[in-house]
């Protein structure tokens, strides 16, 4: 019997607009398979996506969206969406959400408790991942390095403190944010307390980084198997929200011209960031390699971007997958 498969996306988070591009990917592929495709956006509670459509108006635009409505109430439709997901009886649920409930374990529980099997990292390794301090927690326990931080509950800090212990520049960011969103470098102290009070728009708590100066480079992880490194190179400054989704703004190297040897290791430790939150399927670990090439573990995303020029994406195409073949290989994943 043909397979019933409900792709979902769109979302209450700031990354909705890259959810749906994401998503809309998804269904184009599972589509062409001849499966039975919806593709369901969550804010809404039951609204199909009529992703065949999508391209022709839908473009990631150069800020991310804020819901002005109640976001509370937004996000109770999805309950909506999984009594939806109960009753059509779907074969398989394809997350493509990023951010919010649908990245940070809460869908995932939901659809635990259903006994319904869904693409992407369980309940709790997607809670941890979502959560900076404690994935860091763990990645330091584990032997990953990761920058020196420390964790903020709430705005109102004595910043000379902070800048003892960690020195600047400093990274200031939302503790479960994606997309470089609410995120500032801090070159002077006088910026700190401002910086702050900005990613605490975002998140209920912060983090405070120390800066890692030198290369960006992103490890793809599937089915356990590190992928080729990506080194990024932002057109100019950081690699933020414009950076990540705008056409020609960064520029990527595929594999990351380094030694094998230090491949290697940053392979070794990104599967083993992966291994350690319990992660499944497929993932993404971001570093930054200092000038002196120690790897530093930022973060891991365990929904990352999957448009078609997304970072895992072009891993895969490293190792001779093209995109529909990277799809249905989670697919199976998650089927199996
Ligand atoms: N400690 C640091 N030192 C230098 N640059 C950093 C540091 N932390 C973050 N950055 C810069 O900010 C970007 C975003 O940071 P990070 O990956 O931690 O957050 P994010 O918003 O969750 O990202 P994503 O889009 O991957 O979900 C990094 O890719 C890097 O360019
Ligand atoms: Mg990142």
Known sequence: MQKKIAVLLGGTSAERDVSLVTGVEFAKVLHQKRYHVEAIDCAFGTKLINFLEFHRDKKISIIPPRFNTNKMNMNRNVLKTVNYLIKKKFDL?????????????????????????????GQLASGLGMNKHLSKTIFQEA?????????????????????????????????????????????????????????????????????????EITASILDFIPLPLIEIIPQSGLYDYEHKYQPGKSQYIVPAPLPAKLTRQIQDYALMAFKTLDCRHYGRVDFRLSPDKKPFCLEINTLPGMTPTSLVPKAAHGIGLDFSELILKIFDLALA
């Open 143 to 215: 032997g990953i390095p990761t920058p020196p931080w420390v964790h903020l509950t709430n705005p109102d800090q004595e910043i000379n403190q902070i800048i003892k212990l960690l020195g600047l520049p400093l990274v200031v960011k939302p503790n479960d944010q994606g997309s470089t969103i609410g995120l500032s470098i801090v070159n002077q102290s006088n910026d700190l307390l401002k910086a702050i009070h900005l990613a605490f728009q975002h998140s209920k708590s912060v983090i405070v980084e120390k800066y890692i100066e030198g290369q």
């Open 93 to 121: 649920i394809f997350i493509a959400l990023h951010g919010g409930y649908g990245e940070n374990g809460q869908l995932q529980a939901l659809l635990d408790l259903c006994g319904i099997p869904y693409t992407g990292s």
